[in-house]
T-cell receptor, first 114, second 112 residues
Framework: AQSVTQPDIHITVSEGASLELRCNYS??????LFWYVQSPGQGLQLLLK??????LVQGIKGFEAEFKRSQSSFNLRKPSVHWSDAAEYFC????????????FGTGTRLQVTL | DGGITQSPKYLFRKEGQNVTLSCEQN?????MYWYRQDPGQGLRLIYY???????QKGDIAEGYSVSREKKESFPLTVTSAQKNPTAFYLC???????????FGPGTRLTVT
């Protein structure tokens, strides 16, 4: 069965500092991977996705993620964090089959200090 | 404006009552999903539907029911059999030939 691990429950960074959120997955085939962001009391917004091809993918709001098959990782990065990036971030892996069900990690809450 | 709407945003019920959460999309998506979100547990799949008049149980379907009579609508009923119904409920949809899901704003259900 597929699973997603986000080892950091809570991360605090200073505004302007770089950010890396970790995501490790367990899946028997080539996965398709996603990062979503959620502001308090809101739905999830898709930041970026990886299906195949270039292992470095660019997303919205200046985020990028790199797929590393050898490490089963799909870490999210941003070179310079803005205060508005404070939110909860979820990594998800897509399952095979036409239903395209997603398995989510437990999330990483990002706090940004000014 | 295309998107997914969920109503109401906040819902309060007494224990023992059934309650139905609304989810509507105008994205012309075939597939729709219901998730439950609890603090520290991420999202868990309750039910999903790939086409009108068809739906399947997800990982935590006990105590919930759904219907899919129209392509744009996928209501979720939280029954009195659900032991811990207080949670944040998210609806999502997915277009044909795509893998990503798009989410509605959610409904926070509180049962006392």
């Amino acid at each position: 069965a597929q699973s997603v691990t986000q080892p950091d429950i809570h991360i605090t960074v200073s505004e302007g500092a770089s950010l890396e959120l970790r995501c490790n997955y367990s899946y028997g085939a080539t996965p398709y991977l996603f990062w979503y962001v959620q502001s308090p009391g809101q739905g999830l917004q898709l930041l970026l996705k990886y299906f195949s091809g270039d292992t470095l993918v660019q997303g919205i709001k200046g985020f990028e993620a790199e797929f590393k098959r050898s490490q089963s990782s799909f870490n999210l990065r941003k070179p310079s964090v803005h205060w508005s990036d404070a939110a909860e971030y979820f990594c998800a892996v897509g399952r095979t089959g036409t239903a395209s069900k997603l398995t989510f990690g437990t999330g990483t809450r990002l706090q940004v200090t000014l | 404006d295309g998107g997914i709407t969920q109503s109401p945003k906040y819902l309060f019920r007494k224990e023992g009552q059934n309650v139905t959460l609304s989810c509507e999309q105008n994205l012309n998506h075939d597939a729709m999903y219901w998730y439950r979100q609890d603090p520290g547990q991420g999202l868990r799949l309750i039910y999903y539907s790939q086409i009108v008049n068809d739906f399947q149980k997800g990982d935590i379907a006990e105590g919930y029911s759904v219907s899919r009579e129209k392509k744009e609508s996928f209501p979720l009923t939280v029954t009195s059999a659900q032991k811990n119904p207080t949670a944040f409920y998210l609806c999502a949809s997915r277009g044909d030939r795509s893998y990503e899901q798009y989410f509605g704003p959610g409904t926070r259900l509180t049962v006392t």
